[in-house]
């Protein structure tokens, strides 16, 4: 406790020394093609590495609150208070904040250095200050080494856990996701059995949609959310859904969604199997994926890619989009819109033609790298249709900002098989590719690449509280999603082997919810922290589950029956 006083009392003697000298610097930030301000992330430090956060930085929040309660956000007070307004970014170790183009920072004489950020298309500005305490105003103009909404593809997190309880936080939210660059921020309101207000969206559908130019801010929820099915995310319907009840019975919320015109999928499907009481989506696919209500699947996120379980749901037939979130700020230390995709609209942007555009499976998701790919000149998310064995030529290219990213190895995939492999030696910038494959019966094609960013920390991220994401190198990944060709009366060659597996998987939680076991089972689910599923309700759900699971075995088990 007297360290503490000794130290506030240093920190207060420090800061009436510092406004004793210190003036306003105004920075104004504008896009250097349209002259416009706009927001950006902004770090301002000393030669000492002391950060400084501008006086009128953007308040930055979000809600993450599992308890039964929840934080109590209720309003615009409530929700500003508990915001802060400044960003610890893990990526650079440094301090930042968000400006909405105009910002003022009291700063003594001194040299400084300032660095300006704005989501991955645009390039860093770096500039050093000599700031004498007189000129006090300094001018940035921030550049892109990409324009993706020039050529129709919109960029999306997918998952940000941003309270909305009120539609007056729509200004403020707007411009910390223009900050990012995110032009489709989908805020999701949380829910796990006992509390479905974690982040709450004051309206879902049309009255819940805000949009300021090129820039759409929309409520989605994270709900049904267990640690014994996966967490889900519905976007686009008209309300939000929840059904207590039959928490563990997926099926009637998607359904429901589907009625309302909304989108489904799971999220942290990057997670890998094997974390029982996780969050992986395994066992909650292999029970619903039959009933045709999956849409997309989150394969990036918390700074790692990881695709094999929606290579399985590509082979065995269902046509689900890749995307990408953050799950700002509940994660651990990210940032909004680090991993996100980027979604194909033909027509402007608009968040209905954008729901469509995912729908169609028209994205490719990213922590930096950017795709072109077709097949056959069929786009992302297209399908061509071939009458035998034919030839189809495979042309794209994977590329990053030449200023702070390397690629390292750039592959094309068939059906989940690595079918070309380009790796770069001499830190390029550009892979591009060209080259014919014959397909000999059902397939489904996609470009992944892998890269090094070199802009930041060459270190471990890795979270040593026991939660259950771990934090990869200063890696990038992106993934397109697939372009597939079909021939008559052909399978996917992996069709069989991956239904054996999700046959089994089936099996085994069969055996969990088995007499025998349903005791141990649930007071597992029953877990303090996550509350993932009561007793209660995991016994009144555990009859119509079984019956659940019994129609997807049915499913696989008919699949291995026609090979
Ligand atoms: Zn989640």
Redesign the pocket.
Known sequence: MKTLFFLLTVILLFQTDLSAQSTILNIEIRDKVTGQVVPARVEVADSKGNYFVAEDALLVGGDCDLTDEGAGLIDLESTLNSFTDRIQNPYSNSTQFYSDGISKILLVPGIYTLRIFKGPEYTIFQDTISFNGESNSYSAELSRWINMPDNGWYSSDD?LHIPRPVKELNPYISKMMQAEDIHVANLLQ?GKLANFSIAKQHSHGSQGTYQVGNYILAAGQ?NP?SHFLG?TITLGAKKEINNPEKYLIYRYVWEEALRQGGINGF??ANQKEGKYLG?SAHDGLAVILPHNLTHFMEVLQFNEGNYDLWYDVLNLGFKVAPTAGT?YP??GPNLPGRERFYTKLDTGLDYDNWIDGVRKGRTFVTNGPMIEFTVGNKDIGGEISLKKTDSSQIVGKVIVNPDTDFIDIVEIIQNGNVIKRITTLDGQSEVKFNFKVLVKSNSWFAVRGFGYRKSELNQLFRRTDPMFFSWDTNSTYCHSAAIYVTLPNTENVERAKVASVWLNRLIDMENLLSQKNIDLLSERTDSQFFQAVSKKVLMDNRLELLHEISESKKFFSDILASE
């Open positions: 998952h949380m994270e959310r967490h999220a942290h969050i799950d509940c994660g």
